[in-house]
């Protein structure tokens, strides 16, 4: 089943891209649920791993670097309503330094700059480095991905 195949699972699920071996999604691939959320980027032995796009069914997306199926490294989440976070992420959740910003463009008062831990600034200090890396990730992503 190597190579590259469609496949349309029973639930609904889609997709389009590169199999290994064993029959698992690895490579670049295009998987959308049944719910209208999409992912497009790269997979590792059927986990998305890598730089890629992931748009959900409620509007909110993520752009950058996957790690065994989740957030994992640098990236940009947005959320639906306008509000978005560049920075770390762990295990699929935000977790290192970055910076969140309202809907409106502000940053709060104080900056909403630093290590976080979950959606709370654990320590306020610059966090421009990871700012820019997780800027370079989200396009990195948006231009593999072709999105």
């Not at 998305?48 to 409620?58: A, E, Y």
Request: hydrophobic fraction near 25%; charged fraction near 30%.
């Amino acid at each position: 089943m190597a190579g590259r195949h469609k496949f349309k699972y029973d639930d609904g699920d889609e997709y389009d891209g590169e199999w290994n071996e064993d029959g698992q999604r690895h490579g670049f691939g295009r998987l959308t649920f049944s719910d209208k959320t999409s992912y497009v980027g790269y997979f590792k032995e059927g986990l998305c791993h890598g730089h890629g796009v992931l748009k959900l069914s409620d509007g909110s997306s993520y752009e950058g670097e996957f790690s065994e199926g989740k957030y994992g490294g640098y990236g940009v989440f947005r959320r639906k309503d306008g509000m978005k976070f560049e920075g770390q992420f762990v295990d699929g959740k935000v977790n290192g330094l970055g910076l969140a910003t309202f809907a409106d463009g502000t940053t709060g008062r104080p900056k909403n700059e630093g290590t976080f831990q979950g959606n709370r600034v654990i320590n306020r200090c610059g966090a421009k480095d990871a700012i820019r890396k997780a800027q370079v990730a989200a396009q990195t992503a948006k231009v593999q991905a072709q999105v």
